[in-house]
């Protein structure tokens, strides 16, 4: 097991979504009986079988870097924080389906680990502009994931749906709704672990099999987006 290949995924989102809590279901596929603020950055492994029942199956370690803090940190924080963005081979982002600003802000995590101080590549953001036209194909996998979603009322439903259908396309993630608390939502054969299942082999194929996969850049989409006009009314 020791000799296994692995790949680094960040697991970016506001304090209070349920990062580590998620972090733990996927890691350990059982619910985190009394989690607690992460500080700093929380790493856990998952052994992932690239390509299972093919006959190019082969087992990865999948390191999830749950980062803690707040992306209105001071810019003190946010420069101890960019020593966990190096090195980065597929990003979750993780919004509260109760609450709107979660879902803003991973806008500004985003950025902030693709703007990552040690990378020569960064996205340039200027007057609050998300230029994506500047990013390349080769893009970092991403995945959206909207937690306490047993939270939200039946006749709210839809209307949340839609909001992460909008974030889903932004972002060109597939997205993941579910209750941390509840482990059948990743129970296998589910479209949920469908999902994560295929997320993480877009990661290691990006990592092992892609030329020039070492990077990391940002997403595919060729748009412009200002964060600063976003509204979820």
């Given at each position: 097991m020791?000799?296994?290949?692995r790949v680094k995924v960040l697991v970016l989102g506001d304090s209070g979504v349920g990062k580590s809590s998620l972090v733990h279901l996927i890691c350990q596929n059982q619910v985190f009986g009394n989690p607690s603020w992460t500080v700093g950055c929380s790493v856990d492994v998952r052994v992932q079988d690239y390509k299972e029942g093919t006959p190019e199956?082969?087992?990865?370690?999948?390191?999830?870097?749950?980062?803690?803090?707040?992306?209105?940190?001071?810019?003190?924080?946010?420069?101890?924080?960019?020593v966990f963005y190096n090195s980065v081979n597929g990003i979750i982002l993780v919004h509260d389906l109760t609450?709107?600003?979660?879902?803003?802000?991973?806008?500004?995590?985003s950025m902030e680990a693709l703007n990552k101080d040690s990378s020569p590549t960064g996205v340039i953001v200027s007057n609050g502009d998300y230029d994506r036209e500047q990013f390349v194909e080769n893009a970092v996998p991403l995945l959206?994931?909207?937690?306490?979603?047993?939270?939200?009322p039946e006749n709210k439903r839809g209307e949340v749906l839609t909001r992460t259908a909008f974030l889903s396309e932004d972002f060109n993630a597939e997205e993941i709704n579910l209750d941390c608390t509840n482990p059948r939502y990743f129970a296998a054969g589910t479209s949920n672990a469908v999902k994560l299942s295929r997320f993480f082999d877009k990661v290691i194929e990006?990592?092992?099999?892609?030329?020039?996969?070492?990077?990391?850049?940002?997403?595919?989409d060729r748009k412009r987006f200002n964060f600063k006009s976003l509204h979820y009314d």
């Open positions: 020791a000799s296994l290949d199956e082969k087992t990865f370690y999948i390191e999830l870097w749950d980062i803690g803090g707040s992306v209105g940190s001071a810019s003190s924080i946010k420069s101890t924080r960019a609450n709107k600003k979660s879902s803003q802000n991973l806008y500004r995590w959206l994931i909207g937690t306490k979603f047993d939270q939200i990006k990592r092992y099999f892609t030329r020039d996969s070492s990077q990391m850049t940002g997403f595919t």
